[in-house]
């Protein structure tokens, strides 16, 4: 079973997800190449999985997430799984478990920096305080749904060249992000440094926070995203253990001036490629190892004011693009907010999403000299808004 070359799966990856099959109980496995091996066939650490969530496993906390990881290797290479593993083809893919909190963050400077000039010409792009705190906002976490789960339209009210209008959002965009699932935090009133931040991380996902951008843009003064973002966030449905990545950790961009000594150590990005298709079509490429703010420093500075966090609690990196035009990660980027629609390779031209189309992100590391360590799709069609 072992050995398959061409795979998102590998044994060096072993991410962890939640399925079911025909309709029965949730169970919690890791996928290996072809198949999942469910977890409470494991000897010591099976009884954290019988509640069919990730939730259990994430409070156990770090030192027992290695244990889990390296007694799963144990199981698939020197054991016996067959009797353990389902297909995948034949699992139907859950949320990893139930998320409490969600942050997305403001992190890229490309993307923080292009949206600047498409939205505030001939201002400074970057707001004075970007390059100090990690910006984020707290997202609504009841419209987090798992890979496959259509999208529905939006209704919001925007403004029209008449003044505010409601109705349909003509302006629906995706983002192409990535997202880490954390443990249980410390105390209320705590806080976590960026040094040790890591060891409340489990693993990553990827992210979809799909946008309104005019009822985002109607609504944003004062203050920020509200229903423009709040109708819908997709993620991948694996949670690829940070484990899995250690080899593709990657030095972060210097960032000038030097962070506040709380957000010191910056650590580490991870060269991680991404790309975002629109019905099969790739319209960016883009890499996690551009961000401007890491993730020991975003969780750093979610806490720094004494906030916590529990088992599941989702905290994404917003938008992640690079500094050529194909890789931008949003719509609003990539056609200057409508402005200069984009020529799929399949003849359609678009300025923002229509009705019907597919959104699908992607994500691996390695696949030349080292396994490729893939996260599985993450997409969702877009519904005709409701009447």
């Known amino acids: 079973m072992i050995g398959d070359p061409i795979t998102d799966f590998p044994i060096e990856n072993l991410p962890y ?20 091996l469910d977890l409470s ?12 969530t990730l939730e259990p496993f994430l409070a156990a906390g770090h030192g027992v997430w290695s244990a889990v990881r390296q007694e799963a290797i144990d199981l698939l290479t020197s054991g016996d799984p067959e009797p353990h593993l389902t297909p995948l083809e034949q699992a139907e893919m859950h949320l990893p478990c139930r998320i409490g909190n969600y942050i997305d963050f403001f992190s890229s400077i490309e993307h923080a920096t292009n949206t600047g000039r498409i939205l505030r010409p001939g201002t400074e792009p970057l707001t004075p305080n970007w390059r100090h705190p990690p910006i984020g906002y707290h997202g609504r976490a009841g419209s987090i749904v798992v890979d496959g789960t259509p999208i529905r339209r939006p209704k919001g009210q925007r403004r029209n060249s008449e003044g505010p209008a409601f109705g349909a959002s003509t302006k629906l965009d995706f983002e192409l992000e990535v997202g880490f699932i954390t443990g249980q935090g410390p105390e209320l009133g705590a806080s976590v440094t960026s040094a040790e931040a890591e060891t409340y991380i489990l693993g990553l996902v990827l992210v979809n926070d799909w946008s309104a951008r005019d009822i985002q843009a109607w609504e944003s003064q004062p203050l920020g995203p509200f229903l423009g973002k709040s109708f819908g966030t997709t993620i991948s449905p694996w949670v690829v253990p940070l484990a899995a990545l250690a080899t593709h950790r990657a030095k972060p961009p210097v960032q000038d001036p ?7 150590p910056a650590g580490k990005g991870i060269n991680l490629d991404l790309t975002a298709s629109i019905n099969g079509a790739v319209v960016t490429r883009s890499n996690l190892k551009n961000l ?17 966090f529990a088992p599941g609690d989702l905290f994404a990196s917003g938008t992640v693009s690079g500094s050529s035009p194909g890789s931008r990660g949003c719509l609003l980027e990539l056609t200057a907010n409508g ?3 984009i020529t799929l390779d399949n003849g359609q031209v678009r300025s923002y999403l229509e009705d019907g189309d ?15 360590i893939g996260f599985g799709p ?10």
């Open 17 to 36: 997800g939640v399925f079911s099959v025909g309709g029965r109980d949730r169970r919690v496995g890791v996928a290996i190449e072809q198949n999942i």
């Open 41 to 52: 066939a494991l000897s010591e650490f099976g009884r954290l999985f019988e509640a069919g």
């Open 258 to 264: 030097p962070p506040l000594p709380y957000l010191t």
């Open 292 to 308: 401007y703010w890491t993730m020991s420093q975003q969780l750093a500075h979610a806490t720094s004011n004494g906030a916590t």
């Open 339 to 341: 402005t200069e629609p």
């Open 358 to 372: 597919t959104v699908t992100l992607s994500a691996s590391a390695g696949g030349k000299r080292t396994p490729r």
């Open 378 to 387: 993450c997409g969702g069609t877009i519904l005709p808004a409701r009447r």
